[in-house]
């Protein structure tokens, strides 16, 4: 079984014989998990260092004192996925947020689609935001990654098609498209950005918008999926192209 996952900001992650993993994630550790002296864990900050160690000592209900074992810096993966993905409704963003964390997507961008039934506006579109931010959080550890995805803010249509302009590869899934996303080559490094509709799909204006902006309409496959489901799919697809997964 692998060893647990648990975020620290401390800096002697980097140069420390000992570190100490306290506060929130050592309360989870100590009274959640019940990680006892002896066992092995893994320490990141989100940003590619960590280490691997054994718990030398347990203080209180939230301490852990880890011994270093072996430490590693791994470099920002390459290309960098980008998914922008519509508002769903209900819980489904969620589901899509930790889905997409799992296979390896680096970034997820909330994107309010003309279409879109959820609207994401004062203080629920605050709790929202940060309901995807804590679930990549916590998706990110139970896949033991080292790079946690960055979850952005809420984008209109216009900033997603900047970002498309400046993208290595800027893709949108629709339904009627010719072109498989199976088909496509995937640049070795740069952003990949690919865009996911709503329910009720892209709207014709938000594809010339994108188009122009030089994002070209891919299907997935066969079928249909749901918004919440497209993303992870086709992520998984450009992830397999872009040999991240070899």
């Avoid at 920002?76 to 997409?100: F, S, Y």
Wanted: aromatic share 4%; net charge negative.
């Amino acid at each position: 079984m692998s060893a647990p996952v648990f975020l620290t900001d401390d800096p002697a992650l980097r140069t420390a014989r000992r570190v100490v993993l306290d506060g929130a994630e050592g309360r989870h550790a100590v009274t959640v998990r019940r990680v006892a002296v002896g066992e092995e864990v893994v320490l990141t900050d989100g940003r590619g260092v960590a280490v691997r160690g054994t718990v030398a000592a347990v203080e209180g209900k939230d301490t852990l004192h880890v011994d270093v074992g072996e430490r590693t810096e791994e470099p920002p993966p390459a290309p960098r996925i980008v998914v922008v993905q519509a508002l769903p409704k209900g819980d489904r963003g969620e589901l899509a947020v930790e889905t997409m964390t799992e296979v390896g997507v680096d970034v997820v961008v909330p994107w309010a689609a003309s279409r879109c039934i959820t609207q994401w506006k004062g203080e629920r579109g605050a709790k929202s935001l940060a309901k995807w931010r804590s679930t990549a959080r916590e998706a990110g550890k139970q896949a033991r990654r080292v790079h946690l995805p960055d979850v952005t803010e809420l984008m209109t249509t216009r900033q997603v098609a900047g970002m498309l302009r400046e993208a290595a590869f800027a893709g949108v899934l629709h339904e009627a498209a010719a072109d498989p996303i199976a088909a496509v080559e995937v640049p070795a490094d740069g952003d990949v950005v690919l865009v996911v509709g709503p329910e009720g799909g892209v709207s014709p204006e938000e594809l010339a918008v994108f188009a122009e902006a030089g994002a070209r309409a891919y299907r997935l496959g066969p079928t249909v999926l749901r918004t919440s489901t497209a993303g992870v799919s086709a992520a998984s697809v450009l992830m397999a192209a872009s040999g991240r997964w070899a």
